[in-house]
């Protein structure tokens, strides 16, 4: 073939090419062209079979239950360690500090925008059991949303004893001062 003749055949296969085609006359693939278009979370989606619980979860009993009443029913099972406050101060300093500030007197730095959350040096809540502050961070109470799903239940708990070293160091006992006291003579010998 010539150089002519392939002018010609490209010519006449760009010209059959640039008809307007709104129906193709073969489709290649009909499930895929005639499947219908879903958006992601859109639609019916299964449902877990009744009952199930997804691994590693641990069901709170006490949903129905004032933070009071479940104060009354359980107490902290971890040990006050140095690791377990340390732990907890991180979990603070991560989920609590921007609301309830560094010391829990609720002056976080989010407070000029949004209502001043209570005071965790407040009488009201230094007289909760440890069980009733893990139901509140667990369900959540006023605008304070649930904090189950961020915080693990271990986590919780040292938060709690954090939470209580803060109270301590606010308002020390007489214990507390003489405990120091006899640390920094024993500090100065």
Same mark, same amino acid.
Do not use: W
């Given at each position: 073939m010539n150089k002519q003749t392939w002018i010609i055949a490209l010519s006449f296969l760009a010209l059959v090419g640039c008809g307007k085609h709104e129906k193709p006359n073969f489709t290649y693939m009909p499930d895929m062209h005639y499947s219908p278009a879903i958006k992601a979370q859109e639609? %019916?989606?299964r449902l877990p079979v009744a #009952?199930? %619980?997804?691994? &590693? $979860?641990?069901?709170? =009993?006490?949903? *129905?239950? *004032?933070? @009071? =009443? =479940? #104060?009354k029913l359980h107490q902290n099972p971890v040990p006050r360690t140095k690791e377990t406050l340390a732990r907890g101060q991180k979990i603070f300093n991560t989920y609590c500090i @921007?609301?309830? &500030? =560094? $010391? &829990?007197?609720? *002056?976080?730095? @989010? @407070?000029?925008?949004?209502p001043r959350p209570p005071s965790l040096q407040s009488d009201k809540i230094k007289g909760y059991a440890d069980g009733s502050i893990y139901n509140v961070i667990t369900l959540g109470q006023n605008l304070m949303s649930s904090y189950a799903s961020q915080i693990a239940p271990e986590d919780r708990w040292a938060l709690v004893h954090y939470i209580r070293a803060l109270q301590r160091a606010k308002n020390p006992s007489p214990a507390d001062m003489k405990f120091v006291e006899d640390r920094n003579a024993a500090l100065a010998r």
């Open positions: 639609g %019916i989606q #009952g199930t %619980i997804p691994r &590693g $979860y641990e069901p709170y =009993a006490h949903q *129905d239950l *004032d933070p @009071v =009443a =479940a #104060g @921007v609301c309830h &500030g =560094a $010391y &829990g007197e609720g *002056d976080g730095s @989010v @407070v000029p925008k949004y």
